[in-house]
């Protein structure tokens, strides 16, 4: 491989080891009053506690993403959004859900927690979350 080839390969890795987790999810990044807005406004919220350094984040984002492109109504029926651990790790939504640790996924409707995954990337236990995001009301 001679020089040039070398350091077009080179920025092309580090530009996509750059990239989020979910990269092109369609996932809202989380601000303060988001979920409570979106709650009000009858939504099913699943909330994505995860850090971009995170292999089990990266794990779970692959199944969701698997998961989100075989059954549309996931994307359609829930509202995802997604928490930056290291900039949101002290914040009040954080303190409010109890969230132990990134690599944490919420399921939320109105003022109900429906569910709950904490540092399982394991394909069967999200589907299970995400289908409670479709099937209880």
């Given at each position: 491989?001679?020089?040039?080839?070398?350091?077009?390969?080179?920025?092309?890795?580090?530009?996509?080891?750059?990239?989020?987790?979910?990269?092109?999810?369609?996932?809202?990044?989380?601000?303060?009053?988001?979920?409570?807005?979106?709650?009000?406004?009858?939504?099913?919220?699943?909330?994505?506690?995860?850090?971009?350094?995170?292999?089990?984040?990266?794990?779970q984002g692959?199944?969701?993403?698997?998961?989100?492109?075989?059954?549309?109504?996931?994307?359609?029926?829930?509202?995802?959004?997604?928490?930056?651990?290291?900039?949101?790790?002290?914040?009040?939504?954080?303190?409010?859900?109890?969230?132990?640790?990134?690599?944490?996924l919420i399921?939320?409707?109105?003022?109900?927690?429906?569910?709950?995954?904490?540092?399982?990337?394991?394909?069967?236990?999200?589907?299970?979350?995400?289908?409670l995001g479709?099937?209880?009301?």
């Amino acid at each position: 491989m001679d020089r040039r080839h070398f350091l077009v390969s080179a920025t092309a890795l580090a530009a996509v080891a750059a990239l989020p987790a979910h990269a092109g999810s369609g996932a809202l990044a989380y601000q303060p009053g988001l979920v409570t807005e979106r709650l009000a406004a009858g939504d099913t919220v699943f909330l994505d506690f995860k850090a971009s350094w995170c292999t089990t984040c990266r794990a779970q984002g692959r199944q969701i993403e698997a998961l989100k492109a075989e059954n549309p109504a996931y994307a359609d029926r829930i509202t995802f959004i997604d928490v930056d651990w290291d900039e949101w790790k002290g914040s009040d939504i954080v303190a409010r859900l109890n969230v132990p640790r990134r690599s944490t996924l919420i399921v939320l409707r109105g003022d109900q927690e429906l569910g709950r995954v904490v540092a399982n990337p394991r394909r069967e236990d999200i589907k299970a979350l995400m289908d409670l995001g479709l099937t209880t009301s």
